[in-house]
């Protein structure tokens, strides 16, 4: 079955202690990409990849890592978790964006999510 | 000017009612669009894409208007399962990212 699995899907953690989010997906697509979601701000690109070794900013990454050392695999990490970090995180992946100029994408599949609080 | 906003909604409509709510874009450059559902707070699932005109999938209709740059989600039939979250997705014009609308909230009554 052609999914993305994120885990945990449930942390509580507290201030300051470094934490992990693995994503996987096994559709062998390229794109892969971090959201977090907060009441009122809709879903929020974090980081994103476009291949292996290819990652990049989104539009809040301040307070968070990634890699991408294999095509199936994207894990988000908290080096020092703090409480404005509590959210509703999602993985994604996709094709390739075609083209960036001309703003052509392409569906993304998203992972169950992962309800983070830090205390 | 927000990038990607749509009414927050909620919308209440009864069973059989056609609903119709709009996605407005900032980038005419923009060439694709994809209107997603998401359940109270699950992950968001795609409901239909648009990379011309428009596209329909049964009783959903998605319009693109591209000269007011806007694209629209029509449902007809609504059905109680139809009560969800409709979020409007864009990606950013000349760079790889995707931009998120806010989302639309259904209800459909019985």
């Known amino acids: 079955e052609a999914q993305v699995t994120q885990n945990p899907r449930y942390l509580i953690t507290v201030t300051g202690k470094k934490l992990t989010v693995t994503c996987s997906q096994n559709m062998n697509h390229e794109y892969m990409s971090w959201y977090r979601q907060d009441p009122g701000l809709g879903l929020r690109q974090i980081y994103y990849s476009m291949n292996v070794e290819v990652t990049d900013k989104g539009d809040v990454p301040e307070g968070y890592k990634v890699s991408r050392k294999e095509k199936r695999n994207f894990p988000l990490i908290l080096e020092s978790p703090s409480p404005n970090q509590t959210s509703l995180y999602f993985c994604?992946?996709?094709?390739?964006?075609?083209?960036?100029?001309?703003?052509?994408?392409?569906?993304?599949?998203f992972g169950p999510g992962t309800r983070l609080t830090v205390l | 000017r927000k990038e990607v906003e749509q009414d927050p909604g909620p919308f209440n409509v009864p069973e059989g009612a056609t609903v119709a709510f709009n996605c407005t874009y900032s980038n005419s450059a923009s060439q694709s669009f994809f209107w997603y559902r998401q359940d109270c707070r699950k992950e968001p699932k795609l409901l239909m894409s648009v990379y011309s005109s428009g596209n329909e999938d049964g009783r959903f209709t998605a319009q693109l208007n591209r000269a007011s740059q806007y694209i629209s989600l029509l449902i007809r039939d609504s059905k109680l399962s139809d009560s969800a979250t409709y979020l409007c997705v864009v990606p950013r014009s000349g760079t790889y990212k995707y931009i998120f609308g806010t989302g639309t909230r259904l209800k459909v009554l019985a």
């Open positions: 994604a992946s996709s094709l390739s964006i075609i083209s960036s100029s001309g703003g052509r994408g392409n569906e993304q599949f």
